[in-house]
């Protein structure tokens, strides 16, 4: 049996980045919790984070992307810096988390596989429902004149209708 938790979905639009993430945690056929919450602020309020996978594994991958953005200042440097040791460190290598990482100017999804991808169109997904929130988010984006926290808003509770391991408990973090 497999837990699957959290959709979380990036989108930059007119020099404004958001992060929304829904709370839902699965346990096979069973929801065991509505509410996690997989999206932060990071590195005092300049970097919108999110991940998804093990809580455990997720937070520690924050608080080590936190450390390289506080000792780069850069995030684009952080997250290479940071996909660099996940890939090569034994402890490391074994977190099973997605992260995406944002700020204004860039957006990046990190991997362990020493993945750094900033998406073409500035919409980023991962988790159980990320497909359907990128697919969401993608067609508001090119329709409609919304705002980045709308589209992200928006496209999540589009997804939380059609996942079954999405809800509508989200949390959307918006910079600057």
Request: net charge neutral; hydrophobic share 45%.
């Amino acid at each position: 049996m497999r837990i699957r938790s959290t959709t979380i979905l990036a989108v930059r639009r007119d020099g404004r980045v958001a992060i929304a993430g829904d709370g839902q945690v699965t346990f096979d056929k069973t929801i065991m919790k509505h509410g996690a919450r997989k999206v932060r602020r990071i590195a005092g309020g300049q970097v919108l984070a999110g991940f998804a996978g093990s809580a455990a594994d997720g937070i520690t991958l924050l608080e080590k992307f936190e450390k390289k953005f506080n000792e780069y200042k850069d995030i684009t440097r952080a997250s290479v810096e940071l996909a660099k040791d996940w890939r090569q460190d034994r402890a490391l290598r074994r977190l099973e988390a997605l992260l995406v990482v944002a700020t204004p100017d860039h957006l990046f999804v990190l991997s362990g596989t020493g993945d750094v991808i900033e998406p073409d169109e500035g919409i980023a997904a991962i988790g159980s429902g990320g497909p359907y929130a990128q697919a969401a988010a993608t067609a508001l984006m090119r329709s409609t004149g919304l705002s980045a926290e709308e589209i992200a808003r928006a496209a999540l509770d589009i997804a939380s209708e059609i996942c079954i391991y999405t809800n509508k408990d989200i949390v959307v973090e918006v910079l600057p």
